[in-house]
């Protein structure tokens, strides 16, 4: 069994956020949850953030949509950075 870590990006101190993608550049990748306040109660972050965090780290980028009709926002995030 393999073990892969994918520490999420809000976990992350946004007021450091080059620091904070540093101390994780080791793990396999980064979980981003984008939600829209809508399918869930909670608002995060949508694609200005993704490309942001693109150009800060090559890790891999495990996008998990929870905004209600994901599939026409797919190419979005795939633009963005998304890599799954």
């Known amino acids: 069994m393999m073990i892969r870590v994918s520490p999420s990006l809000l976990a992350a101190d946004f007021s450091r956020l080059d620091r904070e ?9 980064i979980h981003l949850d984008v939600m829209d306040g809508v399918f869930v109660p909670n608002i995060s972050f949508g694609p200005p953030v993704l490309q942001a965090v693109r150009k800060a780290t090559s890790l891999f980028f495990d996008v998990h949509l929870m905004i209600v009709r994901p599939l026409d926002y797919i190419e979005t995030f795939v633009k963005s950075g998304a890599d799954c």
């Open 21 to 29: 993608l540093d101390r994780v550049s080791s793990a396999d990748a």
